[in-house]
């Protein structure tokens, strides 16, 4: 029967299939989320959210990397198959096979390096969201108990990467990590320059840091007036890690720092009138957030 020709060879693919079985089965099994001692709950640090992203690429350049190989050989395994069991040659067929394991070789190659860019992007989106977080912690201090810092906030479908609570208002630290160019000498150039409605970096410019820094304090604003009932200075603040930053021309309503020495000028601050009665309200209401947030279900 010649069905049977395109049916025994699939017997040569069971070997394959438990190998990728084996490897799907494994894709989660590295976990880097830790957990607290005291309550189980998961614990958060600075830049969680681009941790947990960084987890997820990282497994699926394990995916692709472990499923490539595997994928590749399948049509040439199923090919050298059909050669013991074919009654005639057709070497077309053949070549069909051999056309089919080459693109699968360039399609894994894309995915791996689609991989690779993507997690070196969130390893330096990671170091600079980190390197701000280090530098907000000085703000925390037993003789400075007014001041807090909240890593990794929910807020409108996205996370604020900080919220700083001084005795003069509430900051919202968002961190944009932007690879440096170079001179055809090698200089490094890192300059950016800021302007009320976009960035200018060398060769290239961007609006959407600056208005998503925008939305997020107004939003901050709104939501803490809403359940403090009192007026909560809001100031957004986009942070710019190993850029010199000219802000000569910045926007009046946000503040644009490259992030070193951003505890000082945070503590210098004042956005607005903050008597200690809304201080320790807006406070007792992000705790209560956090403690909630925690007492969640954690979702994969």
């Given at each position: 029967m010649a069905?049977?020709?395109?049916?025994l060879p699939l017997i040569f693919l069971f070997p394959l299939a438990a190998l990728a079985v084996i490897v799907v089965a494994l894709r989660n099994l590295h976990d880097a989320r830790v957990r607290s001692p005291f309550d189980a709950h998961p614990?958060?640090?600075?830049?969680?959210?681009?941790?947990d992203r960084l987890d997820g690429a990282f497994a699926g350049l394990f995916l692709n990397g472990a499923l490539g190989p595997i994928a590749t050989l399948a049509p040439l395994v199923y090919g050298m198959g059909r050669m013991l069991f074919a009654s005639d040659q057709d070497w077309i067929e053949w070549g069909l096979y051999g056309m089919l394991s080459t693109l699968l070789v360039l399609l894994f190659c894309f995915l791996l390096m689609r991989d690779f860019q993507r997690i070196r992007r969130l390893k330096l989106g990671l170091a600079c969201e980190l390197a701000v977080g280090q530098e907000l912690e000085r703000l925390i201090r037993p003789e400075a108990h007014p001041?807090?810092?909240?890593?990794?906030?929910?807020?409108r479908g996205t996370r604020i990467d900080h919220v700083v609570v001084t005795p003069c208002g509430v900051f919202v630290v968002e961190t944009r990590a932007r690879t440096r160019p170079f001179t055809p000498s090698g200089k490094e150039i890192n300059l950016v320059t800021v302007e009320r409605e976009r960035l200018r970096f060398p060769g290239w410019s961007e609006h959407a840091p600056l208005e998503k820094t925008r939305e997020l304090a107004q939003w901050m604003a709104g939501w803490l007036s809403e359940l403090t009932r009192r007026e909560v200075p809001v100031m957004g603040v986009l942070t710019l890690p190993g850029w010199d930053v000219d802000a000569r021309q910045g926007p009046e309503d946000l503040l644009v720092v490259s992030g070193k020495g951003l505890a000082a000028q945070l503590a210098e601050l004042c956005p607005g009138e903050f008597d200690n009665e809304t201080h320790d309200a807006v406070i007792g209401v992000l705790l209560e957030r956090a403690a909630r947030l925690e007492r969640l279900p954690e979702r994969d």
């Open positions: 069905w049977l020709e395109y049916l614990l958060r640090e600075p830049g969680q959210g681009l941790r001041y807090y810092v909240f890593h990794d906030v929910p807020a």
